[in-house]
């Protein structure tokens, strides 16, 4: 025992350091079976503690199993098993990182998914995220803090299974007057956000190998979904009219899921026709296969109403319908839902449980108040007027800086534009990385691409930026454009996403 | 068009009904591809509505492809694809339900999963509940206003990867001072509850057809994640030493993930012994598996303090630690933690992206500040003593009123304890069920079992039920538990779960 000494600095009470030095001089093999420790008066008096503390820390040992007093005979080291462990155990912290353990193949293609790619930013001009400096915090603090008040002690545990009545019952009324949705409150499955209702769809509906039709361009987080879930995922292109249904019935298996997102194509923004919908679902209904309608921002369009979802269109049950209000409300709230034909939503939700459990009562209820007592429409009705000025202050400020370089319009919904590089041969990827170097967000289209090849362009979002930042933004992407596509950086390597 | 009738009861705008009244005759092939439509004058007249509700209508279904309009020469239906869905579309909210998708086999297996048992009651005396009647509603309802006001935007969006720096720092700290724990901040993950983590590993780790070990009796929805996840499940029983190795080892084929309850055996109770956690991290490091340690509620102990984690015995990186905020504060919180060696946390952060984004950012927050701030050791150790006492008791109240059908002992840690039927050839299910029509809950322990046949026994709960319900409670479960095996009702069916 003589070996032991305390770290003064550690931070770590005396006991538990004496406690962890005997129990490693065991694991370590520096103590067998049988041993006799040195009494604890003897202990405490080399070591300079007290004799209780000592006798303490013998005591919770002998209670693990590391030591063994006999009474009136001492303290011995317990039977502990023989380890086979190797010699030096990498026990403190500084060793722990020693080791490391080599991921799998899997584990490594899953670590290397685009769909994590810079979460965090918020910055000017990220696509896909709300005016959160816009968001009314006040209202929604207040409907929280109702709810901890007076709230069911229910709502703090873990909820029925598929989601609370009162919140399905707001999906249903919101549904029905935005997007022509008929349905009834038991075919609702309240989820974690879009991406858990994408997961329980494949792992309800799919299994190892099955094919799914995904659009490309088109949402990474999907596809990397099904191929985590070892789906084996067919990209296919889109034309004017949405997904090119003609084109994945030449070239690719039946498939037994399509994901598609006809409102408002992510990322092109293309509507898809009305024919090409009733194709789809004349197609899902003829091969019993699935459609994944992704309604994710269809709440904001500033030209013209928007044309019911397909699930409207749906007479036969083959629709899953999928919204979220990381969009309409915020992300971080984690709340989405799946609309689905009667028979499935049991099992839907039994694999949420099983997943993650379900999703937090309290926050449905929360959310629940604030689309019952209206504040959620009127947050949409002033989110829609605020974008369109945001999107407008935009293509302005891109037409006067980056005008040169890019070719803008006005998109007509949604939360982001597109603007097409006018050198349909630079290198959109060198133009991104030197904004993005810039300081600025933005998103090459490439990175939504897998077999297609697009003209070059570059997502810009403009909801989450304030108004009096847009333009002052626009102008470093224009001087980052000009710097990089004509002040000899071609070269400089595309950034790995 | 004389067809058309609107519904006056039906709650929804009259320009809706015209609209989805066109679209129906349309679809349904009532008229057809360039069929002319009357002038929206004539139809104003006949239906009596007004013209200008008539000419947005046919604007809108213009735009939606539906109708075409000729400038002089009037309406017509568009060229819409030939349907050929059945001739009656149940676009009806009476017909929707007149189909039901018929799952399949898998769903079906999922939909029957027990994990969804009655996850909404806080009733006495349900197991796994913790005292939410002494919740500190009003610390965390302050803690989460401060975030809300003075939050960065950022906190509303998606979050890092993996959780938010401050959480993990205060999870660092709680789990080196209560469990021994000794790990970087970077090799935590923040997930939506235990349950997600469990899924996290599966998801990373193994693949289709991969031997899982989970405990017999056991966690139920482990075992029903890891089936979902198409894993070959193997039941190992627990004997006092807790999992028997032994068994598993000569029985079933060498697993890649070993499920286990070291600190307290789920739901037995059982402390695994120091040798058979060596052994265990022993076989882990020969053949290559992984030890998934469920720490699911240490830190309600009420004789000794618990033994270290056995993530701190682990020399060699083999075990993922899973803990939960479940039990030390409330269920809808949604929040665990994986602990992690460091090659596989970028996975692990990966798939959970892709499974359902990460852990909202914002509760996250409201959390590590709850922590950082001493609220959080405050709570547990309030609840140590609260839950003791409760503990206390329901060993005298059922000592009192269902002593001669129960051999009941303290539990020395945990939220439950077990009632062990004295009559060891009684029906507990026919118990338990006796007890739950009386309106008090419990759990047979059965439902933990797959291929064990343990002595009959009912789980009891005490975390949740308020002090003054407990005695009150004890007395309906004596006379039901009378009623059921004195009263020569033997024969009620057992409820299926």
């Given amino acids: 025992m003589s070996t032991f000494r305390f770290a003064e600095s550690s931070g770590m009470p005396i006991y538990r350091q004496l406690e962890n030095g005997i129990r490693k001089m065991i694991l370590d093999g520096n103590l067998s079976a049988g041993d006799r420790l040195p009494s ?91 005016a959160l400096d816009m968001f009314p915090r006040k209202a929604w603090s207040a409907a929280h803090s109702r709810v901890m008040r007076s709230g069911n002690d ?34 609702i499955v309240v989820t974690a956000g879009a991406q858990q ?43 004017r009219h949405g997904f090119d249904l003609e084109y994945a019935r ?49 709440e904001f369009r500033y030209a013209e109403r928007a044309l019911p979802a397909m699930q409207a ?8 319908y999928v919204g979220s209000f990381s969009k309409s409300l915020f992300p971080a709230l984690r ?14 939700a039994a694999a949420q449980t099983l997943l993650s459990q379900n999703v937090s009562p309290l926050q449905q209820q929360v959310l ?36 040169s370089f890019l070719d803008i319009e006005p998109c007509l919904a949604g939360m982001h534009l597109i603007g097409w590089l006018r050198d349909g041969t630079a290198n959109e990827l060198v133009a991104a990385e030197a904004i993005r170097s810039a300081g600025i967000d933005c998103l090459p289209l490439s990175i939504y691409c897998v077999e297609q090849v697009l003209r070059p362009g570059i997502l810009f979002g403009f909801a989450c930026v304030p108004d009096s930042e847009i333009n002052a933004a626009t102008r470093v992407v224009g001087a980052a454009m000009a710097d990089a596509l004509h002040g000899g950086r071609h070269n400089v390597p595309p950034r790995q996403h």
Same sequence: chains 1, 2.
């Fill in 40 to 130: 604890s008066r003897q202990l405490a008096t080399d070591l300079g503690i007290s004799r209780q503390t000592v006798k303490n820390v013998f005591e919770q040992l002998t209670i693990e199993g590391f030591l063994n007093s006999r009474r009136g005979s001492g303290t011995f080291v317990g039977d502990v098993a023989v380890m086979k462990l190797p010699p030096e155990m990498p026990r403190d912290r500084r060793r722990l990182n020693g080791y490391r353990v080599q991921p799998s193949k899997h584990a490594r293609a899953i670590a290397a998914t685009k769909a994590t790619t810079r979460l965090g930013s918020v910055a000017a001009f990220r696509p896909g995220v709300p």
């Fill in 335 to 348: 709340i989405g839902y799946l609309i689905s034909p009667p028979g499935l939503v049991d099992a839907f």
């Fill in 154 to 187: 229910i709502l703090f545990s873990y909820g029925p299974p598929g989601g609370l009545p009162e919140l399905k019952r707001a999906i249903r009324l919101h549904v029905r007057d935005h997007r022509g949705i008929r349905c009834d409150e038991d075919q």
């Fill in 197 to 239: 209702a994408f997961v329980l769809i494949a792992l309800t509906l799919i299994k190892s190998g099955s094919v799914v039709w995904c659009e490309d361009p088109g949402h990474i987080a999907v596809r990397d979904a099904m191929r985590l879930l070892c789906a084996d995922v067919k990209h296919v292109p889109v034309d």
């Fill in 368 to 403: 629940a108040s604030f689309m019952l007592d209206g504040s959620f429409n009127a947050h949409i009705r002033n989110m829609c007027t605020l974008y369109q000025s945001r999107r407008d202050l935009l293509v302005q400020g891109l037409r006067q800086h980056a005008g």
């Fill in 313 to 320: 269109l749906d007479g036969s049950g083959h629709v899953l």
């Fill in 250 to 298: 030449q070239r690719h298996p039946r498939a037994r899921l399509i994901f598609v997102t006809p409102s408002h194509q992510h990322p092109l923004g293309i509507t898809m026709s009305l024919n090409r919908r009733l194709e789809l679902l004349d197609s899902a209904q003829q091969h019993g296969c699935w459609i994944v309608e992704d309604d994710y921002d269809s």
